[in-house]
């Protein structure tokens, strides 16, 4: 059964940084695009960004370039979203995604991340 | 990289059919066939029920299809059920490697 686990969102300044991961099982993890997704509660998803199966590529949404940096690790099957400089409108439930030719057919439940002072 | 556009709001009744819009523009929808639904119970992570235009995933029920004409893609829920009452959401590669994919801005539909 594949399952994708977040981990890490909380509340955090504006200004401030958060590392976000995710644990992924249940099918060979190295061998798939990944993806995080947001949504603010009652509104829709937000791509964010993507990386490729080997970790040699990364894109990202205009919204995060430059202030967010998406990894893996195919050993340990973890995906992680590095976010730094956070404004109050990254506040959101943050999904990650493993795709299948261009489709997102497994969804973590998400992680909360919450900016404020 | 503008969000798909979703009418707000659909609704009918148990057995009727409903369809949901959703159009972009030639270098998204239009452009490729890349176009998947995602139904989005209240508190759950969305599930994809509709893949590359109009196939349907193992498992999803076939009261759900995929359509596109132009640069609008069409979400149809036939023989509509208490259960299919959720949030939908379309999404489509945005046309360029790097840039990424692209959302619609989701639509709730209602069984009355």
């Not at chain 1, 992680?80 to 261009?102: F, H, T």
């Not at chain 2, 819009?21 to 452009?31: A, H, I």
Request: aromatic share 10%; hydrophobic share 30%; net charge negative.
């Amino acid at each position: 059964e594949v399952q994708l686990v977040e981990s890490g969102g909380g509340l955090v300044q504006p200004g401030g940084s958060l590392r976000l991961s995710c644990a992924a099982s249940g099918f060979t993890f190295r061998n798939y695009w990944m993806h995080w997704v947001r949504q603010v509660p009652g509104k829709g998803l937000v791509w964010l960004s993507g990386i490729k199966s080997d970790g040699s590529d990364t894109i990202y949404a205009d919204s995060v370039k430059g202030r967010f940096t998406m990894s893996r690790d195919n050993t340990g099957n973890t995906l992680y979203l590095q976010m730094d400089n956070l404004r109050a409108d990254d506040s959101a439930l943050y999904y990650c995604i493993k795709e299948l030719s261009q489709d997102f057919d497994y969804w973590g439940q998400g992680t909360l991340v919450t900016v404020s002072s | 990289q503008s969000a798909l556009t979703q009418p707000r709001s659909v609704s009918g009744s148990p057995g009727q059919s409903v369809t949901i819009s959703c159009t972009g523009t030639s270098s998204d929808v239009g452009g490729r066939n890349f176009v998947s639904w995602y139904q989005q119970h209240p508190g759950e992570a969305p599930k994809l029920i509709i893949c590359d235009v109009t196939e349907r995933p193992s498992g999803v029920p076939d009261r759900f299809s995929g359509s596109r004409s132009g640069n609008t893609a069409f979400l149809t829920i036939s023989g509509l059920q208490p259960e299919d009452e959720a949030d939908y959401h379309c999404c489509s590669h945005a046309g360029t490697y790097t840039s990424g994919y692209v959302f619609g801005s989701g639509t709730t539909v209602t069984v009355l």
